[in-house]
Structures are given as C-alpha cells and as structure tokens.
C-alpha cells in the first residue's frame, strides 16, 4: 500500500470537480494506492529532462474532460502533482508548468 502525498492545491483542486469526476478519480486513486494499475492512464511525456514516471489518470464527466498528474514511483509515495480541467486535447503549457514544478519541490523535500 502506497502513501498518498498531496503537492500544492492539489487536493483542493480535486475536491471542487464535480461529484462524478472526483468519485471516478478518486478509485483510480485508491486502485493505484493498492499497486493496481488505473483503467485509463498515459504517460505525461517531454515535461523536461529529469521529469520522468509522470502519468495522468483521465476521465469524462458530462462532456467535460478532468485529469490527475501523478508519480508513484518515489519510495512508497504515491504524490498527486496536479489536478485540473483540460479545456483542449493538448495539455496546456500552464499546467505542464505546474507539474514540473511540483515535481522538483517534492524531490527538494525527499533529499
């Protein structure tokens, strides 16, 4: 069973999708926590060099497209780096951003 840690808004983010959205992501979460793999996931790729094991869980809600960027593989950690509403197929810039920066602080906190 792995830790859920939370990065920055994170949490608070996923707590103002709607219902539906946080339910749906809210399994994948927990499939993930008990070393399951998510039914559906990518791999978030060239958010840049040393940014490596980025993944996004995906669901549709009603017509609206939400997602959770996550690493699950620093120790026993499972940490949330991102969730947002994506308004396009592209990821934004805006939100790669947040996801690498994230992921630099966390690596700060665990050295």
């Avoid at 792995?2 to 994170?10: Q, Y």
């Avoid at 707590?15 to 978030?44: Q, T, V, Y």
């Avoid at 060099?49 to 549709?60: A, D, S």
Wanted: charged share 35%; net charge positive.
């Amino acid at each position: 069973m792995s830790n859920l840690f939370w990065c920055g808004t994170s949490l608070d983010d996923i707590r103002a999708f709607p219902k539906a959205a946080k339910i749906s992501l809210g399994r994948e979460l927990d499939r993930l926590e008990r070393g399951a793999m998510p039914s559906d996931f990518k791999p978030l790729k060239n958010l840049g060099k040393g940014i490596n094991g980025v993944y996004e869980i995906r669901t549709r809600e009603d017509g609206d497209i939400f997602r959770v960027a996550y690493v699950a593989k620093f120790g026993d950690d499972l940490v949330v780096l991102h969730c947002w509403q994506k308004k396009s197929q592209q990821t934004s810039e805006s939100d790669k951003k947040t996801i690498v920066k994230r992921y630099k602080e966390y690596q700060e906190i665990k050295r």
